[in-house]
Antibody, heavy 122, light 109 residues
């Protein structure tokens, strides 16, 4: 059974940076596209970013484009999210998720981490 | 970007059937996925590709998709089904391809 474990969350001032990690185990990490999804307190789910299994393609939500960068190290079974120029509205629980539908024309998320809370506040 | 609209809440008595809709422009042409999220927990995939169930998900959960509406149906509702439910699609033609619905809270009376 696969497992994802996020780390790196915390409290950060507006305008600063933070890096999240997602350690994968129990499945062949390099076979799957990976995503970040976030959830602001009391709000719904918001897709943030995707990175193809081989790193060949990536995409971002409009709300984070130009500020966030997704990357992965398949040799370490780890997904990353570098978050720069953070704003108060980036405050959320950030989840990494495995794309069960990798290789098809859609994406769907079957494994999720427990989430890591990022709070942007002065 | 593509918009998915869900009713904010659905109430159902135990043993009855809950239907949660997800509206989007020509959503029938897309694959729709559904997630269940209980308080303080990560989401769980309950239906993918409109109507398929991951292993371990009860047959009581089913999905359909046609025209401008996708529907998640929960039959013989149990107290443990009380949760938030989100639909999701991938709009590959968009610069913002990942889309979740607004979410529906299911309350078991």
């Amino acid at each position: 059974q696969g497992q994802l474990v996020e780390s790196g969350g915390g409290v950060v001032q507006p305008g600063r940076s933070l890096s999240l990690s997602c350690a994968a185990s129990g499945f062949t990490f390099s076979d799957y596209g990976m995503h970040w999804v976030r959830q602001a307190p009391g709000k719904g789910l918001e897709w943030v970013a995707v990175l193809w299994h081989d790193g060949s393609n990536k995409n971002y939500a409009d709300s984070v484009k130009g500020r966030f960068a997704i990357s992965r190290d398949n040799s370490k079974n780890t997904l990353y999210l570098q978050m720069n120029s953070l704003r108060a509205d980036d405050t959320a629980v950030y989840y990494c998720a495995r794309d069960k539908c990798s290789g098809t024309s859609t994406t769907c998320y079957d494994y999720w981490g427990q989430g890591t809370l990022v709070t942007v506040s002065s | 970007s593509y918009v998915l609209t869900q009713p904010p809440s659905v109430s159902v008595a135990p043993g009855q059937t809950a239907r949660i809709t997800c509206g989007g422009n020509n959503i029938g042409s897309k694959s729709v996925h559904w997630y269940q999220q209980k308080p303080g927990q990560a989401p769980v995939l309950v239906v993918y590709d409109d109507s398929d169930r991951p292993s371990g998900i009860p047959e009581r959960f089913s999905g359909s998709n046609s025209g401008n509406t996708a529907t998640l149906t929960i039959s013989r509702v149990e107290a443990g089904d009380e949760a938030d439910y989100y639909c999701q699609v991938w709009d590959s033609s968009s610069d913002h391809p990942g889309v979740f619905g607004t979410g529906t809270t299911v309350t078991v009376l």
